[in-house]
């Protein structure tokens, strides 16, 4: 039996179980049908967050931002072209700290643009500050191992 991850739709929030080997092949939605990978960051917020952080089998990176600062304007097009090279073994999310104080207060956030990796339900690795593509898609390889 081929080995199976857990995947958190964007759209729906629903669990889809997808054989590791067909992560590449566009796979969809059982709930909504929608694809699960859309090679670019989803903007996300309280629940579903936590249900991606919980119940995602691949890492998830988090852009903690917020539209007044400037650095992270500039970082943006850099984890936007991230996502691109890095899904669909990683996904990576959007966090408007305007909108979610509640969230940037939980994970202590101090400074913006802040990237947290999330894996198997934890933080495994937080970099404050602004990046580019290359210095983002080899910080967040290297941090998973």
Not at 17 to 45: N, S, T, W, Y
Request: glycine fraction near 8%; hydrophobic fraction near 40%.
């Amino acid at each position: 039996m081929e080995n199976s991850t857990h995947i958190v739709c964007p759209h729906c929030d629903a669990v889809n179980r997808i054989p590791v080997g067909r992560l590449g092949d566009v796979p969809k939605c059982g709930g909504c049908h929608r694809p699960l990978f859309q090679g670019e960051p989803i903007p996300m917020a309280g629940a579903s967050f936590q249900k991606h952080v919980a119940r995602n089998d691949i890492p998830l990176l988090v852009d903690f931002w917020a539209s007044w600062c400037g650095p992270c304007k500039m970082m943006a097009p850099s984890f936007a072209e991230a996502a691109k090279k890095l899904e669909p073994h990683m996904r990576l999310v959007k966090i408007d700290t305007e909108a979610e104080p509640a969230l940037s207060a939980q994970f202590g956030i101090r400074s913006i643009p802040t990237l947290m990796l999330f894996k198997g339900g934890r933080e495994i690795a937080r970099q404050a500050g602004a990046m580019n593509t290359s210095n983002i898609v080899q910080w967040a390889r290297s941090s998973i191992g």
